[in-house]
């Protein structure tokens, strides 16, 4: 298993031990974050970027929730690039990691 | 406020679950989750006592949602959490009304956490500002003045007019006829009741203070001129300004007055910016104003300008009705003040009640009522128990009590100071002493002003 790319730590503080909170929010993130970022992946699949934009938009507070640092930025670039319009290369590739990186969040998670 | 009903309409459910966790952790917060605009609207009209709005909503923004809150609702706190910093985006929301505007980072649920702390403590405040004003204005509702002669009746109805408009009201009477109680009972019976009332006693402040106290002053405006002070106008702006005693106003000062009254505007000393000002004006005075003017002690221009809506209070000794009543009033309020069981009158004392002249009117009359009570055995206020307050009673009961000179003067200067309405002229005329004597043993606090 790879180093994880989550931390609890922020989740942790304020549920003060109470590991039945933990496990409830990651149960949500779990429900509904896969969902979202296949929105995401679709929506600039279609070059629907203000969707993918609005969609970037709602993922990143559970980002920053979970702790998920390699993608603090890019999910913020995202939710910029589509406002803004723009499609190219680098959105391609700030996707890519977004989906690599919640993509493994997500099984991390599953584990615990 | 006990319990905080607050509203969260967030569509980020893991956002929504971490903040209504974080909510949850104060006991006395109640969070209730809205994943849209349309639901939460839908159950607007419960109530709330805050609401936590998400900025963007699937089917709304933040601020189309505020605005049709505080159509509803304007003052419901209403805290916008948002995904993005964007000053421009919080400085629109905050102009129409929001509360507060949160980014969604690291520092969010305390910031949340903190200003609904904040709205909870206004809340409080508020209610029991609401409470207190509610007293008061219990406290000054007409019903409370007691009489049924057709004196008071009169004064009933020229208050409930009065109430009802912005007119300038002048209040005549002797002595302790109410005057005071009257301009109250306008005040909290009108619609700027919530406003201040801003009360001054003209004949109580030495002449070359009064201005600044009535216009306020710059600092170093005068040689003890410290600090900037606001004067009366400024401070009852939107409310009412009571000028009692106003017949005891300087001249040269009733010209600044009326230059006041005419612009709507005042200028503190010192300064040269007029400040406008909005204040309903009620004025007493226990002299007859028209004989004033004619004697050339009062402007005609400010007499008129003053008039408005004039009142004139009965003596108690033209209520022949109401005594009675007034004093079983004052001693029953006495009773229950101070845990007394029940006391009647004798039929003597109630006969010699009815038979006194009551210079000192109402006033007198409690005073009187009070030390009988007090006075009284066995549940009964019989004849001996009523000390009426004359002079020459009062002066006997002070010689025998063996004081000092400067101590037997600062009785006798406080005794006539509070028979004269606090008129400092007037006293000074009475005792044969120089009114600046007077105004110097107030300001050393040798003497006091009840």
Known sequence: MSDKVYDLAQLEELGGGDAEFVSMMVMTFLEHTPGQLEELKNAHGSGDLATMGAIAHKIKPNVDMFGISAIVQDIRDLEQMGKNGISNAETAEKLDKVDKELTIAFEQLKQL | ?450
């Open chain 2, 1 to 450: 406020m006990s319990l905080m009903k607050i509203f969260l309409v967030e569509d980020s459910i893991p956002y929504a679950k971490f903040l209504s966790y974080h909510l949850g952790l104060n006991p006395d917060n109640e969070v209730e989750h809205f994943s849209d605009a349309k639901s939460f609207l839908a159950q607007l009209h419960r109530g709330p006592d805050c609401v936590l709005l998400d900025y963007s909503l699937p089917d709304s923004t933040g601020i189309q949602v505020l605005k049709r809150i505080k159509a509803q609702q304007p003052d419901l706190p209403i805290l916008i959490v948002s995904g993005q910093e964007d000053v421009g985006t919080a400085v629109d929301l905050l102009r129409e009304g929001a509360y507060d505007y949160i980014v969604k980072d690291e520092n969010a649920k305390d910031r949340i956490w903190k200003a609904l702390n904040n709205i909870r403590e206004n809340a409080q405040l508020r209610k029991e500002l609401d409470v207190l004003r509610e007293e008061v204005n219990l406290k000054y509702d007409f019903s409370n003045i007691i009489g049924g002669s057709p004196g008071i009746k009169k004064v009933f109805k020229l208050i409930e007019k009065a109430s009802q408009t912005n007119i300038n009201v002048s209040i005549t009477g002797e002595t302790g006829t109410g005057k005071e109680l009257v301009a109250k009972a306008i005040h909290y019976n009108s619609r700027f009741r919530n406003k201040p009332l801003v009360s001054i006693n003209i004949a109580a402040i030495p002449a070359e203070l009064l201005e600044s106290e009535l216009f306020g002053h710059e600092k170093g405006a005068f040689t003890g001129a410290a600090s900037k002070r606001i004067g009366k106008f400024e401070e009852a702006d939107g409310g009412t300004i009571f000028l009692d005693e106003i017949g005891e106003m300087d001249i040269n000062l009733q010209a600044k007055l009326l230059r006041v009254l005419q612009e709507k505007e005042v200028t503190r000393l010192g300064s040269n910016r007029p400040l406008k000002f909005n204040a309903r004006v009620l004025v007493a005075t226990h002299r007859d104003l028209k004989e004033e003017v004619r004697l050339g002690k009062f402007r005609e221009d400010l007499y008129y300008r003053l008039l408005g809506l004039p009142i004139e209070l009965p003596p108690l000794r033209e209520r022949a009705g109401d005594i009675m009543m007034l004093a079983k009033h004052f001693l029953n309020e006495f009773i229950k003040d101070n845990g007394f069981s029940a006391i009647r009158i004798s039929p003597e004392a109630q006969q010699r009640i009815l038979s006194y002249p009551w210079p000192g009117n109402v006033r007198e009359l409690k005073a009187v009522m009070e030390l009988a009570a007090v006075l009284s055995d066995n549940g009964v206020l019989e004849e001996k128990d009523l000390n009426f307050n004359s002079v020459s009673d009062e002066i006997d009961t002070l010689v025998s009590e063996g004081l000092s000179l400067k101590e037997y003067n600062r009785r006798l200067i406080e005794h006539f100071l509070r028979k004269n309405d606090n008129n400092v002229v007037e006293v000074a005329k009475k005792l044969e002493i120089g009114k600046s004597t007077l105004y110097r043993m107030l300001k050393n606090n040798e003497i006091k002003i009840n």
